[in-house]
């Protein structure tokens, strides 16, 4: 058994490359042979925002604070609350973040794949496609 000690991971600044606006991450586990389970508490501003992206094995998405939104590709976005979890299948394309005006929390956990990749990044979600969920 390991403890990790909460003092000795440092809150860091989402890239830009992958979100729009304000995000914040704090690792919780990352992936260490045999498990492949990558854990995160991530924090957006209000209205920032993943940009469209896939995971190979799924996501697994648990609100912890605020009103968040999440979409997949073709699909209305749906709101989520704290308590609320969103399980998304392996290969489906979404984006998930802050409703306008609300700040939100959630934890993400995804297993990476045999070659260790556990995302696969796309284009940035537009306002238009933000403000029209």
């Known amino acids: 058994m390991e403890v990790i000690p909460a003092d ?4 860091a600044r989402a890239p830009a490359e992958y979100f729009t606006g304000e995000v914040w991450t704090d690792l919780i586990v990352s992936p ?23 995971h190979p094995l799924g996501q ?6 605020g009103i968040g939104r999440v979409q997949l590709a073709g699909k209305p976005a749906q709101t989520l609350r704290p308590g609320d979890t ?13 409703a306008p005006g609300h700040t939100f ?8 794949d045999a070659s260790g990749h556990e995302v696969a990044w796309a284009e940035h979600v537009t306002d238009t496609e933000y403000h029209a969920s």
Not at 8 to 11: E, F, G, V
Not at 32 to 44: C, D, N
Not at 89 to 96: F, K, Q, T
């Open 105 to 112: 929390v959630h934890l993400a956990m995804q297993n990476s």
């Open 86 to 98: 969103a399980v998304i299948a392996p290969g489906e394309r979404h984006w998930h973040g802050a």
């Open 8 to 11: 000795s991971r440092k809150s």
């Open 60 to 65: 697994v998405l648990h609100v912890l604070s």
């Open 32 to 54: 260490t042979e045999p498990a492949r389970l990558k854990a995160l508490k991530v924090t957006f501003a209000p209205g920032a925002r993943t940009a469209w992206h896939t």
